[in-house]
């Protein structure tokens, strides 16, 4: 495999390009985090659109130097909300901005559901990326078929988890919590944790973490709460209590 270096500069600029949702901050933490997974195995990315999360995955894969692949599955069908009728199809479109940024012999698009695509899958994963239909049923079934193939030491993120759509929370909190975890964090939308066999340390940090996730989640749901009231507690005061080394590369763009 070769190794490419990419500058932060580069890199957001690529993403910049391409429409989707990630925020800058996001698109950074999903090439540090593939770049710096200290295990082996396969990134798999549930939900490409257009390939603005793909891009930020297999530079960081390929800043690792590490032999695998960025498994893109979405059926490319055009739909962003379960039930609703086909759209157009986003897979040219993706192939494209794929091809454009050099990046094609890292990526292996599955088009596919993610639930028809994890019944041929049997390969150990290292990071795996949730960022398909976004409510509570798809959420669940991504995270439940696919965590089973994350090594320990792998990582798991949601977009839209923190403080977003109510339906990914909801999984998060009934399923994701639930899990074995050594450690979580936060990104602006995406929420994380690093999987593993906790420690009596490891546990407690786990255990409060979740306890400042779902207070920040409860401030967020008021309605009347001021929007600076907001920011003060969630945006400044519960992130710092939330940081990884992960979020710690985004913040200082190392
Ligand atoms: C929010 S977009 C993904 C955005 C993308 N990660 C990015 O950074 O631009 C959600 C994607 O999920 C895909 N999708 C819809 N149903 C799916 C399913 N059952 N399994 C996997 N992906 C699905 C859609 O085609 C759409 O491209």
């Known amino acids: 495999m070769h ?15 391409v429409e989707g949702w990630l925020s800058d901050h996001e698109a ?37 130097g590490k032999s695998a692949f960025v498994w893109a599955v979405d059926p490319h069908e055009g739909i962003l909300v379960a039930g609703k009728k086909k759209g157009v199809s986003t897979l040219s479109i993706f192939n494209r901005n794929i091809r454009g940024a050099g990046l094609t012999r890292f990526v292996k698009p599955v088009v596919s559901t993610s639930q028809r695509a994890v019944r041929h899958w049997s390969k150990p994963i290292s990071f795996l990326f949730i960022d398909g239909l ?7 079934q991504d995270y439940l078929l696919w965590k089973k193939y994350v090594v320990s030491g792998g990582v798991i993120a949601f977009h839209d988890g923190f403080c977003g759509i109510p339906g990914v929370w909801k999984a998060i909190d009934e399923q994701f919590f639930q899990s074995n975890l050594v450690d979580i964090g936060t990104v602006s939308s995406v929420l994380y944790g690093i999987t593993g066999t906790p420690n009596f340390f490891e546990k407690m940090r786990v255990k409060s973490k979740i306890t400042f996730i779902r207070f920040a989640q409860h401030i ?3 309605s009347w709460t001021p929007w600076w009231v907001k920011r003060l ?6 992130r710092m209590l939330l940081v990884t080394p992960y979020t710690i590369a985004v913040y200082m763009n190392k």
Do not use: Q
């Open 134 to 140: 976004h409510d509570y049923i798809h959420t669940k």
């Open 233 to 238: 507690f969630i945006h400044t005061f519960i």
């Open 28 to 64: 950074l933490f999903l090439y540090h985090a593939a770049r710096m997974v200290p295990v082996s195995g396969e990134i798999v990315e549930i939900g490409s659109w257009k390939g603005k999360s793909s891009i930020c995955l297999a530079s960081g894969l390929s800043a690792s």
């Open 3 to 17: 190794y490419i270096k990419t500058s932060i500069p580069r890199l957001l600029s690529k993403v910049r390009n």
């Open 220 to 222: 967020h749901a008021l």
